[in-house]
């Protein structure tokens, strides 16, 4: 499959491609699935993997190239394998998702991919994400798993709350919000939060955001403007958009 102008566009960013192959795949919960593959080459290429890493991956839609980003989960070096996880809806990347078996093949690209903790490390951290981003999020817990995190998480489903959080309850606190309103309910809710736990000084704090690209442009500017978080401390990045 050719990957149209996208395609060219990545290519004169310099992105690299690669071909994965399907070593097997989990139904973790009824709207969730999980698939894993061989990696092409990419862990060695690129030197490992680092927290919230993602690649470019491209399905048919219409007959046409389709490209969307999808976080690496567990992504292992040496092996040369990793997990990608589907919030299941209706669309090309789910319905490949719910098809892929052993031996399928899916073409990526790996141009974008960027993520480094800010110095000093942060003392603590603010999560707000959703099922597309759990990956992501796991990541970085994963990353600084000492660190005290406060996530606000948006759900979607009753399976939702089955999600594979990968949570340390001496230091993690998860708050489930179901979504509403097209995002609002989450935005009011960690506006009633977050000013208080980030107190007067939010200098030593870490901000993460990824949500659907509305939610995550409002908060972000909620916390850069009115909360006065340095950019350095915080990170958000729109992972889709509602319809």
Known sequence: MGHGWEGVVLKLMRGRDFTFTVTGAEQVTEDFRRVHLTDGGLLAATGGAHPTMWVRIWFEQGGKPHQRAYTLVDPDPAAGTFSLEFALHNGAASDWARRAEPGDTIEATLQGTGFTLPEPPPARLFVIGDPASLP??????????????????????????????????????????????????????????????LGADPSDAYVWIACDTATTRSLSSYVRKDLAVAKERLNALGYWRAG
């Open 136 to 197: 992501a999020v796991n990541s970085l817990l994963d990353a600084v798993p000492r660190t005290p995190a406060t996530i606000w998480f948006e759900t979607t489903h009753a399976s939702d709350e089955k999600l594979p959080f990968r949570l340390d309850p001496d230091h993690h606190t998860l708050h489930l919000v179901p979504r509403r309103d097209g995002g609002a309910g989450l935005v009011a809710e960690v506006k009633a939060a977050l000013p208080e736990l």
